[in-house]
């Protein structure tokens, strides 16, 4: 069947062209091959051989009279998803019999077979998403600048593993955030259900797909490569690395924007003692360690008025600096 357009029957092994002359039984129940052809614009040929397919896999039904009818879709189409669905669990239990096999047989070799070196964009950039889209559980990422493999925005293993339910915790570096369109981004991860941390700096790139697989992107004599390891001591010290960083890292959240929708500032006609959605997000930026500088350019401001509001907001705290300020925006919610 077609959804805005697209066919989706393919999944369940059930080809577009033959997809197409099922949804036009449909609406058409004891009809004829050559009333479809006509419908469709097909050849009678095509028609009939797309037909002869819907008749084998039980969609349709074929009249002593050669007229045709579609199987209710509820019914037919139920029992193939089910089949595929039996199918995929089958495949899933073997996929754990074949990943418990591989690893004992792993048990006590030598490091070299644990680990794969990966050059090239395309190759580091396949890894990528096969790590991401082996995660049944679990994603965790160091991200650093600048962006080689996969540029901002391109991830689309990341979408894939929230709609399947991995859970995804994401460290960046304060460099990210100063990149176009990073907090943007960083604000749509959030609003997607990602936890995003920030640290003043990074050590590596990584991602960990449920403390099976790791891969960290590295350069290789100027070459971009990358390190795919599997379950062994290297790849637990990747994860206590991971989680000592997350411990130590400066959430992010999205701005509350619900009794702010503009962000206006603060003055004389705004009595609200209370900091705007704007200022939220500047003071979270400046919290993360971004310069005002990449503020201002983040969310389109002046530096000025990035400074401006800074310091109306250490006068509405009672500070005399920034550090202060932070531990104040800690200590009431305002970050």
């Keep these: 069947m077609e959804t805005g357009g697209q066919v989706v029957l393919e999944e369940l092994g059930i080809a577009p062209d033959v997809e197409r002359v099922y949804r036009a039984l449909l609406g058409r129940p004891h009809t004829t091959a050559a009333v479809l052809a006509g419908a469709l614009g097909r050849s009678r040929h095509e028609v009939g ?6 008749v084998e896999l039980g969609l349709a039904i074929r009249s002593d009279d050669a007229t045709f009818v579609a199987a209710p879709p509820a019914i037919a189409l139920g029992a193939l998803l089910n089949e595929r669905r039996d199918g995929l669990r089958l495949v899933e239990q073997a996929l754990a019999t ?5 690893r004992a047989a792993m048990t006590g070799r030598d490091i070299g077979e644990l680990i794969e070196v990966v050059t090239g964009v395309d190759a580091v950039r396949h890894r990528f998403h096969q790590v991401q889209q082996a995660a049944s559980r679990e994603l965790r990422m160091f991200v650093t600048a600048p962006f080689v493999a996969v540029p901002p925005g391109e991830n689309r293993a990341e979408a894939a593993a929230v709609d399947r339910g991995v859970a995804i915790r994401v ?23 990602l936890q995003v941390r920030v640290v003043d700096a990074l050590p590596i ?16 004599g100027g070459e971009p490569g ?80 990035v400074q401006r509001r ?21 200590r009431h919610g305002w970050a």
């Design 171 to 193: 460290v960046l570096d304060t460099a990210v955030l100063a990149e176009p369109g990073a907090v943007e981004e960083a604000e749509d991860s959030l609003r997607n259900g």
């Design 205 to 220: 790139k990584l991602v960990i797909a449920d403390a099976e697989l790791a891969l960290v992107p590295l350069g290789l």
């Design 310 to 330: 800074l310091r109306h907001l250490q006068d509405l705290a009672g500070v005399r600096s920034r550090i202060q300020l932070g531990w104040y925006a800690a």
């Design 98 to 102: 074949m990943a418990e096999e591989h």
């Design 49 to 54: 051989r797309g037909l002869a397919t819907l």
């Design 226 to 305: 990358a390190v795919l390891l599997q379950r062994s001591g290297l790849l637990a010290a990747l994860d206590a690395l991971f989680e000592s960083t997350w411990r130590h890292a400066y959430p992010l959240v999205l701005p509350d924007h619900a009794d702010d929708p503009d962000g206006a500032p603060l003055g004389p006609d705004r009595p609200e003692a209370g900091p705007t959605a704007l200022d939220r997000q500047v003071l979270s930026l400046m919290l993360a360690g971004v310069s005002d500088q990449a503020v201002a350019s983040q969310l389109g401001l002046s530096l000025r008025t």
